[in-house]
């Protein structure tokens, strides 16, 4: 089993930067292809990006392309979503996700190809 826990959400104005933080424990983190999703309130949950654990391939939602950035620190054991130029539309409840262990590659927009997820957390955008 591999758990995972974000951190990072908050209350930001439209324009601003924050950055999340999904830490990993249980199995060998850097074995995981990650993603996050987020869920924007009364909608399904929806791809914001990835990172292959093989070579570091990434991802991106149209969305939040040229704003929003991932990495992964192996050592942390901790994945990140650095967002910048956040608007209104970005609030929502934002989750880490990992596929499988040492077997998926590709990163996949689709949630059920992810087996292990967080609890979540809110971010919140004001205008």
């Known amino acids: 089993q591999l758990q995972l826990e974000e951190t990072g959400g908050g209350l930001v104005q439209a324009g601003d930067s924050l950055t999340l933080s999904c830490v990993a424990s249980?199995?060998?983190?850097?074995?995981?292809?990650m993603g996050w999703f987020r869920q924007l309130p009364g909608k399904e949950r929806e791809f914001v990006g990835g990172?292959?654990?093989?070579?570091?391939?990434?991802d991106y939602a149209d969305s939040v392309k040229g704003r929003f950035t991932i990495s992964r620190d192996n050592a942390k054991n901790t994945l990140y979503l650095q967002m910048n130029g956040l608007k209104p539309e970005d609030t929502a409840v934002y989750y880490c996700a990992a596929r499988a262990e040492a077997t998926a590659v590709k990163v996949s927009k689709r949630l059920s190809d992810y087996v292990y997820w967080g609890q979540g957390t809110q971010v919140t955008v004001s205008s």
């Open positions: 249980g199995q060998t983190f850097s074995a995981h292809t």
């Open positions: 990172l292959s654990w093989i070579g570091d391939s990434t």
